[in-house]
């Protein structure tokens, strides 16, 4: 059965970087039709930080572009989100997400939430 | 893209139906729109993609339909595990994945 888990800090001070890690079981990462991270800020709906499609393509939010990075370690069968000088802006639930299958059929797979401050 | 959702608040019934909109300020690529069903303490779950099509073991309860820059997710039969909040998304494509600000389903 697929498995993401999130690792990664739960607290980080203003003007460093936030990173998580959503460690991928049973499903090969390289496979997906993509892999994203998504965040929930407090009292705030859905928020789309970045996908990683199978074809390689990288897309960010554009109000997080000049400070994100998503990236996918095929050896370690993870994938990762680095977001530089955070602020209390930042504070919010992260969520790693996977959409498996093809365009016309997909089945999703989320990993638990990590609940990250930053103060 | 920018995704425009309504109403923001839906108070109904057991046993209504339910017609959520999600409107894009620009056609959206191929109908790559999704629909997510948002518990409070829970992950987000997939209902529906490209527009229309139920994702693994989503109730037939739940349907999608539209193209270009308006869809509906329509919830027939309203149950109260249904209570929680709805959000769009579009995908697959360079214009990114935007979330709509969603729609809260309250079950009286």
């Known amino acids: 059965q697929v498995q993401l888990e999130e690792s990664g800090p739960g607290l980080v001070r203003p003007s460093e970087t936030l990173s998580l890690t959503c460690a991928v079981s049973s499903f090969p990462v390289s496979s997906a039709y993509y892999w994203g991270w998504i965040r929930q800020p407090p009292g705030k709906g859905l928020e789309w930080i970045g996908t990683?499609?199978?074809?390689?393509?990288?897309y960010y939010s554009p109000s997080l572009k000049s400070r994100v990075n998503i990236s996918v370690d095929t050896s370690k069968n993870q994938f990762s989100l680095s977001l530089r000088s955070v602020t209390g802006a930042d504070t919010a639930v992260y969520y790693c997400?996977?959409?498996?299958?093809?365009?016309?059929?997909?089945?999703?797979?989320w990993g638990q939430g990590t609940q990250v401050t930053v103060s | 893209i920018v995704l425009t959702q309504s109403p923001g608040i839906l108070s109904l019934s057991p046993g209504e139906g339910a017609a959520l909109s999600c409107r894009a300020s620009?056609?959206?690529?191929?109908?790559?729109l999704a629909w997510f069903q948002h518990r409070p303490g829970q992950a987000p779950r997939l209902l529906i993609y490209a527009a229309s099509t139920r994702a693994t073991g989503i109730p037939d309860r739940f349907s999608g339909s539209g193209s270009g820059t308006d869809f509906t997710l329509t919830i027939s039969r309203l149950e109260p595990e249904d209570s929680a909040v709805y959000y769009c998304q579009q995908y697959g494509s360079s214009k990114g994945g935007t979330f709509g600000p969603g729609t809260k389903v309250e079950i009286k």
């Open positions: 990683v499609y199978l074809s390689g393509n990288i």
């Open positions: 997400v996977g959409m498996l299958g093809t365009s016309a059929r997909l089945h999703d797979y």
């Open positions: 620009q056609s959206v690529t191929n109908n790559y």
